[in-house]
Structures are given as structure tokens and as C-alpha cells.
């Protein structure tokens, strides 16, 4: 899976794959596309053994990075048209991918790229769902395979690595998924309202919000005698807006 690589930002006569530095607003578009790349996807389960049991019981925690290899073959032994003079030194232009990796003094965090290649999908949920993949640099592996007489670099293989970025910010947002549900049946008695049930079973009131979010309650003040409501444990999320309340 090999793509040759150039630093133009002239137009080419098909779609190109485009790393796009987000922090410094310049974009590198390869040369030529590559044959193929890999996405990989994985989840992170815990087992808990129970005596007996044939096999642990699995419980989900959490989704696993995506992420996409390929492999960029960068040349610079023949002249590319805006690029290089033929015979340039290839680590000039190996560097500049390998410097994504670097901290920016500003973040205190290598930057964050998009990478585009037309209007499909680098890896982003499935191929052409999404219109690009929000990633960083985890990992480049250089391998120089070719030299002038004079020892010269002239062209190299990068075997590259990124890891999908997810936004803090967003990601429990987006992900619209539901608390999981541990909730306890209340019966609400004569001149209950929602805060003192609140204090009664959190031992606080002003969660309050939890129980009113938990059963679609859009008026606290209209609690009539012998409601059904659904006690959640905390931390709680709502599902609408991805807020953590504990």
C-alpha cells in the first residue's frame, strides 16, 4: 500500500489524498493516491470470573481508537514539477511529515489533521459516510531505499499510523447512548415534590433535574399522588444533551 508524496497544491486530474494540519492551516496532498490502506476498529470489554462458570462474564467499557495505516513512498530521484529539482535530498520532504508528530508550543500537543481524500471517508465510521477523518500523527516508521552515488537519500518509504481525535467536548454528545439502567421504583406519597425526593433518596435536592430528566417530566410542579418514578443512580447522563450530572 504504497502512495508517492508531493507538497504542491496545484490541481491534479483526480481527487487526492490531503493531510490537512489544523493548526498551521497547510495541507500536503500526495502524489499519487494509495493502493489501499487499513482501518482498524476494536472495543475494550472487562471479565469478571464467577465460580463455576464455564467462562467470565464480559462487560463493555469502552470503544477503542480507530485507526488508519498506509504506506507513503516519497521520491525525489526524478524532478516533480513544483517539488524538487532531481537528486534533492528526500528527508526534505520526509520531514515535513514526520514534524506532525511534534509538539506545538501553542497547544502543547502535536496538531490535529484532517485527512480528505475527495469526497469518501479516510476510516471515518464506514467509507463514505463521513467526509473526512479527524485524526493525529501516532506513528512513523522512515525507510530509506534508495541513494545518489554520494550517499544521498533520494527516496524513502513511510509507514504511517493515525490515531482517530475525538473532541472531549462532543464525544459524550455524540454519542447518544443512555445510562445504563440500574433505576429504582418510587411512589410519590402526599406533598412529595421532586426536591424532596431527591434529598430523600440522593441526599441531595438539587438533583432534582435527574429524576424530572429520568421520566420525561416537563412540569416539577405537577406531581400527582402516586406517580411511578424511576430512581437512576448517579452519575447520570442525559441522553439529549450528553450532560454528566453526579
Not at 133 to 145: G, Y
Not at 146 to 171: C, I, S, W
Not at 187 to 197: A, P
Amino acid at each position: 500500500m504504497t502512495a508517492f508524496i508531493a507538497l504542491s497544491m496545484s490541481a491534479q486530474t483526480f481527487a487526492k489524498l490531503t493531510i490537512h494540519n489544523q493548526d498551521t492551516n497547510h495541507s500536503i496532498k500526495v502524489l499519487f493516491n494509495p493502493d489501499e490502506y487499513t482501518v482498524n476498529k476494536s472495543n475494550t470489554f472487562a471479565q469478571a470470573a464467577v465460580p463455576g462458570n464455564r467462562a467470565p462474564i464480559l462487560q463493555y467499557v469502552h470503544g477503542d481508537l480507530q485507526t488508519l495505516e498506509m504506506e507513503l513512498l516519497v521520491d525525489t530521484h526524478e524532478k516533480h514539477e513544483n517539488q524538487n529539482r532531481a537528486g534533492d535530498d528526500v528527508r526534505k520532504i520526509t520531514t515535513q511529515i514526520t514534524d506532525l508528530m511534534n509538539k506545538n508550543p501553542k497547544t502543547h500537543a502535536p496538531p490535529v489533521l484532517l485527512l480528505t481524500w475527495g469526497d469518501s471517508a479516510m476510516g471515518s465510521k464506514s467509507w463514505g459516510n463521513q467526509e473526512s477523518f479527524t485524526c493525529v500523527l501516532a506513528k512513523v516508521s522512515q525507510r530509506f531505499v534508495m541513494f545518489l552515488p554520494n550517499g544521498t537519500p533520494v527516496r524513502a518509504k513511510l509507514q504511517v499510523t493515525f490515531h482517530e481525535y475525538a473532541d472531549p467536548t462532543l464525544a459524550a454528545k455524540d454519542e447518544k447512548t443512555e445510562t445504563a439502567d440500574f433505576s429504582a421504583l418510587y411512589v410519590v406519597h402526599q406533598g412529595e415534590t421532586l426536591s424532596s425526593i431527591a434529598n430523600k433518596v440522593y441526599e441531595n435536592p438539587t438533583f432534582w433535574r435527574v429524576i424530572a430528566l429520568r421520566n420525561q417530566i416537563e412540569n416539577p410542579k405537577v406531581l400527582p399522588v402516586g406517580t411511578r418514578l424511576l430512581i437512576p443512580q448517579l452519575p447520570f447522563r442525559d441522553p439529549d444533551s450528553g450532560e454528566v450530572i453526579q
